[in-house]
């Protein structure tokens, strides 16, 4: 599945009785909360002696590209455009991969 793709079907069950603000706002709230799921499960894994729950954090993943599209859509910006700008900026900052020199001295 292409990258713009994902963002078109994931839309489709955006609640279209929504505003544009409280589509922005939901989308930053569930970004920060799906997150946080997964820190819920790392954090139970590092403090509460639980196994680390790989799968519910490849599905919480899914959920924070759910809202990191909503707020995408919201903007008018695609998926796409995010992440190729997201790979130029690293490309830039670290042009051999990471170095710590580099991420110190940025
Ligand atoms: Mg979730």
Redesign the pocket.
Known sequence: MEINEYQKLAMRTLNPELSEKDVLINGVMGLCG?SG?VIDIVKKHLAQGHELDKQAIF??LG?VAWYLAEIAEVLGFKLEDILQNNIDKLKKRYPEGFETEKSVNR
């Open positions: 799906e799921e599905d919480e959920d």
